[in-house]
């Protein structure tokens, strides 16, 4: 069975403190994708990167990087430098891979203090 | 830029009593998903439809019924509501099934079922 788990459930840092969320996942397709959304208080979902399961170079984007091992099945999310304006929710979710249905972690919650 | 639009955003329900949440979407999306989004249990896959005219269960379906008659339009109804039915629900809508495709999401409607 295809699963996505966030064992942190809420995470709390100080402002400019560098923060890593944590993302296991299983599956048995070859050929999926992983997925991070934010979902800030305001409550929308936020799309913020998607890796496929043939690349596994780490990504950055400004303060926010992604480091994908498939030896582990982890797709961790750091975010570096953390502002208050990052406190949401962080989704991790898998992609399945004939009907693109979303399998979606229980989510963590991060509280960015001034 | 409408994207993906949800109504209505808040609603009350008694139980027993039934209502439809509408999804638009303006992109051509064939994919459309009704998740909710539950404390502690991260987003549930409710139904999703592959194009016009069909629809599938997804995870949780029971009690719940959908309709994908126009293609920009996802409906999603509850016939007798239950306690258990509150909670945030979210459309989503994407391009394709293929895996690779993000899901882009409405803001949600808060469902509340006395």
Redesign the interface.
């Known amino acids: 069975a295809q699963k996505v788990t966030q064992a942190q459930t809420e995470i709390s840092v100080v402002e400019k403190e560098d923060v890593t969320l944590d993302c296991v996942y299983e599956t048995r397709d070859t050929t999926y994708y992983l997925f991070w959304y934010k979902q800030p208080p305001s409550g929308e979902l936020v799309f913020l990167i998607r890796r496929n399961s043939f690349d596994e170079q780490n990504e950055i984007s400004g303060r926010y990087s992604w480091n994908f091992q498939k030896s582990t099945s982890s797709f961790n999310f750091t975010i570096t430098a953390s502002q208050v304006v990052d406190s949401a929710v962080y989704f991790c979710a898998l992609s399945e891979s004939n009907t693109g249905k979303l399998i979606f972690g229980q989510g963590t919650t991060l509280q960015v203090k001034p | 830029n409408a994207g993906v639009t949800q109504t209505p955003k808040f609603r009350v329900l008694k139980t027993g009593q039934s209502m439809t949440l509408l999804c638009a979407q303006d992109m051509n999306h064939e994919?459309m998903?009704w998740?909710r989004q539950d404390p502690?249990?991260?987003?549930?896959?409710i139904h999703?439809s592959?194009g016009e005219g069909t629809t599938?269960k997804?995870e949780v379906p029971d009690g719940y019924n959908v309709s994908r008659l126009k293609k920009q339009n996802f409906l999603l109804g509850l016939e007798s509501a239950a306690p258990s039915q509150t909670s945030?629900y979210?459309c989503?809508s994407?391009y394709?099934?293929?895996?690779?495709?993000?899901?882009?999401?409405?803001?949600?409607t808060r469902l509340s079922i006395l």
């Open positions: 994919y998903y998740y502690g249990m991260g987003l549930r896959l999703y592959v599938a997804g945030v979210f989503a994407s394709s099934g293929t895996s690779n495709q993000p899901q882009h999401f409405g803001d949600g």
